[in-house]
T-cell receptor
């Protein structure tokens, strides 16, 4: 079974600074997809960024980028120019090639200090 | 686009009763929907995969007779918690894929339903 590990229960960063959230995963599949979701206090899950395992280029979405290291099974999220609205729980998620549901990590609570 | 709704957003029921939660894709068709459960301050756990026109696939440890799933159309899946007990109290979230439900398709989530069983 696949597992997703987020080793940082909580992270704190000053507004406008950069923060990196860690995620590692374990799988025997070669074809899979990785995601970062944000869950604010409203509890609505919001897709932040996604990465296809077959793509070597790291995904970017505005201030959000990932560092995907396939051999190391690492998928970290970098948030640049942190904003107060970025404060939320961030979940790393894995989806295999079999169109199954997502496997989530335990989440990282991101605090933005004004 | 890609909006998923859930109804109700919050429900309180007595122990032993059944509760139905609806998940709708508002502006797209979804052959596959997923149901997750989230306990307070914990992560989301996949409960089952709902396929339109066929039986749902349940994850290990999830009682299929307790959590009944019906994917009646390409825009609606329902989760019925039968004979609910206090330990079933949780936050239930559904998701749907925009396209054909392939592994590369992004899942969009509903806003969730908070179930409290007294």
């Amino acid at each position: 079974a696949q597992t997703v590990t987020q080793s940082q229960p909580e992270m704190s960063v000053q507004e406008a600074e950069t923060v990196t959230l860690s995620c590692t995963y374990d799988t025997s599949e070669s074809d899979y997809y990785l995601f970062w979701y944000k869950q604010p206090p409203s509890r609505q899950m919001i897709l932040v960024i996604r990465q296809e395992a077959y793509k070597q280029q790291n995904a970017t979405e505005n201030r959000f980028s990932v560092n995907f290291q396939k051999a190391a099974k690492s998928f970290s999220l970098k948030i640049s120019d942190s904003q107060l609205g970025d404060a939320a729980m961030y979940f790393c998620a894995y989806r295999g090639g079999g169109a199954d549901g997502l496997t989530f990590g335990k989440g990282t609570h991101l605090i933005i200090q004004p | 686009g890609a909006v998923v709704s859930q109804h109700p957003s919050r429900v309180i029921c007595k122990s032993g009763t059944s509760v139905k939660i609806e998940c709708r894709s508002l502006d797209f068709q979804a052959t596959t929907m997923f149901w997750y459960r989230q306990f307070p301050k914990q992560s989301l756990m996949l409960m089952a995969t709902s396929n339109e026109g066929s039986k749902a696939t349940y994850e290990q440890g999830v009682e299929k007779d307790k959590f009944l799933i019906n994917h009646a159309s390409l825009t609606l899946s329902t989760l019925t918690v039968t004979s609910a007990h206090p330990e079933d109290s949780s936050f239930y979230i559904c998701s749907a894929s925009v396209l054909a439900g392939g592994p590369g398709d992004t899942q969009y989530f509903g806003p969730g339903t908070r179930l409290t069983v007294l």
